[in-house]
């Protein structure tokens, strides 16, 4: 039996026990070829419905020896002891469920498919019971306290009976075992594997999105449809959809046609005559209509729209001719390389409040240096010193400056040499390249960061963390 049928059979076993058909519903259980743990705890709780105690036992042990931990199994097996006052068997049993919970305060069987949670307190209340029936009176009340302190931890109404038993014991009057409650019933096969039953439609229901047919909703292909009309109505002719204008019909006059007494051998080298002359006329006299010309449908040329007069966006980096020339880059040197970007007509005291709000510094805290040649910085004071720096634009539209802070001013480090360290290739054309061990000369201490100098009769800026000082 594959697995799927066993899925069936427990289900089919499960519909049946719904329906209060209990041995159609052991039937189906005991068609599973390898039935577990479970399929026997469904079995003996069919055959307990049916009244039949020994077999419910028997099937009960089968399910304990597929799984001894099940205390469910245990516990239902204790009940059944106590029917037939077999107290030490049912004592035994009970111990082992509640050896099974270890230590928790329920097990909840909902995962494994049945709809009920068995409590310790419904343990040691059955435990109780047994002392009393055997007794042992000091030990039924000592355990029944423990239960009733132990059913306080639990909301379910069934357990109301522990204090009423409690009080019952200490007034010297019997109580009734607990026993399962009838909708503690059978084990359901997993609803994954249930589904699984079911056949899927993968492909689905054809739906038409399109059709060239009107009001059409047909899904297979045209062709079979139109033959399938035309088997049913054979008299019924399709609509002509050529021009309704009539077409001239060639008047042929019916000539004799007369069998040549012997094969005549074609000469394939003589010409070939010309049937029809150019006014219509074959070369025996015979008229005939002129072919129809059949004119080329008409063609509308598109309406070409005119480009564009909006100019082109500008790219980066593009000369200064295509640029706007209002707009300029300002390379700002300060602890890290910024930029920023101004109007060409922009004041000294407008450019310092932005240099300001760039580097994040309180207004007119910084002063703007320019540099004229290698090692020669001037300070930016007013309107007319920033045209002239403005007049050696790089590129045409960048302007590099060097800022500092008004206490400190750019050092002079003439004379000084440096080791390079690590390999550095400038990213600007105003930054020098050099390899590990160039030796390079400094000429202006620019910055924290930074060093301007000269190597191989270039003068540029370099990082200061790729150098150290020559010995």
């Known amino acids: 039996m594959s697995l799927k049928d066993e899925v069936a059979a427990w289900q089919k076993g499960v519909d049946r026990a719904a329906e209060d058909k209990y041995d159609e519903a052991i039937a189906c259980f005991t068609e599973i ?31 304990l020896e597929k799984d ?28 082992l469920a509640e050896k099974n919970l270890r230590g928790n305060v329920l097990i909840d069987y909902k995962q494994l498919g049945l709809q009920y949670k068995l409590y310790s307190c419904e343990i040691m209340y059955n435990k109780a019971y047994v002392y009393t029936q055997t007794g ?19 909301s379910e109404n069934r357990h109301k009976i522990i204090s009423a038993a409690l009080d019952d014991m200490r007034a010297g009057k019997q109580f009734l075992p607990y026993r399962l409650p ?14 699984s039953l079911k056949p899927v439609d993968f492909l689905g229901k054809a739906k038409v999105l399109s059709s060239v047919v009107d009001k059409d909703d047909y899904t297979g292909f045209v062709g079979a449809q139109e033959l399938k009309q035309t088997s049913e109505q054979p008299s019924q002719r399709p609509p002509d959809i050529r021009s309704k204008s009539p077409t001239p019909m060639l008047d042929i006059p019916a000539t004799k046609v007369s069998r040549p007494s012997s094969p005549q051998k074609l000469d394939t080298h003589a010409p070939l ?7 219509g006329q074959s070369s025996e006299g015979t008229s005939r209509p002129p072919k129809p010309t059949l ?18 966006p500008v790219r980066p980096g593009q000369p200064a001719a295509n640029r706007e020339e209002t707009i300029l880059t300002v390379k700002i040197h300060y602890t890290t390389t910024r930029a920023i970007r101004i109007n060409k007509n922009t004041g000294f005291e407008e450019l310092l409040q932005a240099v300001c709000g760039k580097c994040e510094r309180p207004k007119n805290t910084l002063t703007l240096w320019f ?14 010193m920033l045209k002239a720096a403005c007049s050696r634009l790089e590129d045409g539209y960048r302007l590099t400056l060097w800022v500092y802070d008004k206490e400190q001013e750019p050092a002079e480090q003439a004379g000084k040499h440096v080791i390079a360290i690590s390999d550095y290739k400038g990213q600007f054309s105003d930054e020098l390249s050099f390899k590990t061990g160039d030796k390079l000369e400094v000429t202006l201490d620019v910055s924290d960061d930074w060093y301007e100098g000269k190597f191989q009769g270039k003068t540029g800026i370099f990082p200061k963390a790729y150098v150290k000082d020559a010995p």
Do not use: W
């Open 273 to 279: 005559k010309k049937v029809l002359s150019d006014g």
């Open 295 to 312: 004119a080329p449908p008409l063609l509308t040329k598109p309406e070409l729209t005119s480009p564009p007069k909006s100019p082109l």
């Open 68 to 95: 001894p931990h099940q205390a469910l199994a245990c516990f239902q097996r204790g009940c059944l002891s106590l029917q037939t006052e077999s107290y030490e068997d049912a004592l035994a049993d009970f111990e």
């Open 136 to 154: 042992r009176r000091s030990d039924a009340q000592e355990q029944m306290e423990k239960t009733a302190a132990m059913s306080e931890q639990s």
């Open 33 to 63: 070829a390898e039935p577990g743990a479970r399929i026997f705890f469904n079995i003996a709780s069919m055959y307990l419905k049916l009244g039949d105690l020994k077999n419910a036992k028997k099937n009960l042990d089968k399910c």
């Open 182 to 195: 009838k909708s503690c019933t059978v084990f359901c096969p997993p609803r994954n594997k249930t589904e």
């Open 371 to 384: 540099k004229k040649g290698p090692g020669e910085l001037f300070e930016i004071t007013s309107d007319a």
